[in-house]
């Protein structure tokens, strides 16, 4: 099994930025992907960006060029770097992780973009 804790979200401007981070209860070296998920109020859970065990990212077209992930240094975090935030981007962002044959997901943060 894997636990998931988010945290990092807020209110923010547009044009700001943030930075969200994932704590998982194992190494995501064993997991075979990590990824940040959004779902905005009346609308379904999309994928905003994920990391395979390998290193490869993928990204929603939405945020490319302004999101990264990556892994932190205590090989148990994963982080979801935000740039030039848009009232778009507002949503509840979960952290997921996919370790066969489950998925597991966090309890997820509010991230706000709002003048």
């Known amino acids: 099994q894997v636990q998931l804790v988010e945290s990092g979200g807020g209110l923010v401007q547009p044009g700001g930025s943030l930075r969200l981070s994932c704590a998982a209860s194992?190494?995501?070296?064993?997991?075979?992907?990590m990824g940040w998920y959004r779902q905005a109020p009346g609308r379904q859970r999309e994928l905003v960006a994920d990391?395979?065990?390998?290193?490869?990212?993928n990204y929603a077209d939405s945020v490319k060029g302004r999101f990264t992930i990556s892994r932190g240094n205590a090989n148990n975090t994963v982080y979801l770097q935000m740039n030039s935030l848009k009232p778009d981007d507002t949503a509840v962002y979960y952290c997921?992780?996919?370790?066969?044959?489950?998925?597991?997901w966090g309890q997820g943060t509010q991230v706000t973009v709002s003048s």
């Open positions: 990391m395979s065990s390998g290193g490869t990212t």
């Open positions: 997921n992780a996919y370790l066969w044959p489950t998925y597991y």
């Open positions: 194992r190494s995501i070296f064993s997991i075979n992907r």
